[in-house]
């Protein structure tokens, strides 16, 4: 019985973005059970024919599969002495719900490995040329999750000039977030900017700032997937030379 589970992060989208290790694994899973963000039919037409395939991003009713659920399935398909090879988007342990995975296989005794990848939380932003942090302007970043309650440290984020704050699982809870910035004094004119379907054919970059949000994502109708940022690595033309920026000074 060789029964195990690996949690391997599949990166922002397209395959080549995960690592050598990831690719490996992938080739030697029995079962792979993926999510519905991450590298897709790539990895399919990877895949031997005999591998069973268990889209948990979604079912008939477009809901999820429970956590529990996904849980049983990694557990009972290695007690099995299959190969299970957990495909997630990003990074495993990046709001992906790996940790507990993790802890549910040890819990039944079932051998865990993780395999990290780039993390929307950068990968998005880099793609749309935004570093979450740049030499004189932004010396930290703060990751948070859109839905949970907005913390004290969130609020302090946002009003500091220093730090990017990168938001996951925004979109729904965009209003929230901007009205807690404003009534915590962030000015209107802090820079801000949404990265839809990063490194994907569908990518899309709207820039803005705080007073502007809600409009903007309004009348772009902004939808999932999505990085919101605020700070100003997300001003125009941060990477790009002077004179580019400015244009030229001659026609
Ligand atoms: N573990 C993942 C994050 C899971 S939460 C990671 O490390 O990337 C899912 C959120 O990630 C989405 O709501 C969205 O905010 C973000 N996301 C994932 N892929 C994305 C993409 N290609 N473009 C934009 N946002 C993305």
């Known amino acids: 019985m060789t029964g195990r589970v690996d949690l391997v992060g599949g990166g922002p989208g397209p395959a080549d973005l995960m690592?050598?290790?990831?690719?490996?694994?992938?080739?030697?899973?029995?079962v792979l059970v993926m999510d519905r963000l991450g590298p897709g039919h790539e990895i399919l037409d990877?895949?031997?024919?005999?591998?069973?395939?268990?889209?948990?991003g979604k079912h008939p009713g477009h809901h999820p599969v429970p956590q529990e659920?996904?849980?049983?399935?990694?557990?009972?398909?290695?007690?099995?002495?299959?190969?299970?090879?957990?495909?997630?988007?990003?990074?495993?342990?990046v709001f992906g719900r790996g940790g507990e995975e993790v802890l549910v296989c040890r819990t039944a005794g079932i051998p865990v490995t993780v395999t990290p990848a780039p993390s929307s939380a950068t990968a998005v932003p880099q793609a749309a040329d935004i570093p979450v942090t740049q030499r004189g302007?932004?010396?930290?970043?703060?990751?948070?999750?859109?839905?949970?309650?907005i913390t004290a440290s969130t609020?302090?984020?946002?009003?500091?000039?220093?730090?990017?704050?990168?938001?996951?699982?925004?979109?729904?809870?965009?209003?929230?977030?901007v009205a807690a910035a404003r009534a915590h004094g962030v000015p209107d004119d802090r820079p801000m900017a949404f990265v839809e379907s990063g490194h994907t054919p569908d990518q899309?970059?709207?820039r803005t700032s705080l007073g502007a949000a809600l409009q903007d994502a309004a009348a772009v109708m902004l939808r999932n997937p999505a990085v919101i940022l605020i700070g100003d690595v997300t001003r125009a033309g941060l990477l790009l030379p002077v004179a580019q920026v400015a244009g030229p000074a001659v026609a």
């Open 204 to 206: 899309r970059t709207t």
């Open 155 to 177: 609020l302090a984020a946002m009003a500091d000039e220093t730090v990017t704050t990168v938001v996951l699982m925004g979109v729904g809870a965009l209003g929230g977030i």
């Open 19 to 30: 690592t050598v290790r990831a690719m490996r694994l992938i080739a030697q899973a029995e």
């Open 69 to 93: 659920e996904i849980n049983r399935i990694l557990v009972d398909r290695a007690a099995a002495g299959r190969r299970v090879v957990r495909l997630k988007g990003g990074d495993p342990f």
């Open 137 to 149: 302007i932004a010396s930290a970043f703060h990751v948070v999750n859109g839905q949970a309650p």
């Open 46 to 56: 990877m895949l031997g024919p005999d591998v069973e395939i268990i889209d948990v």
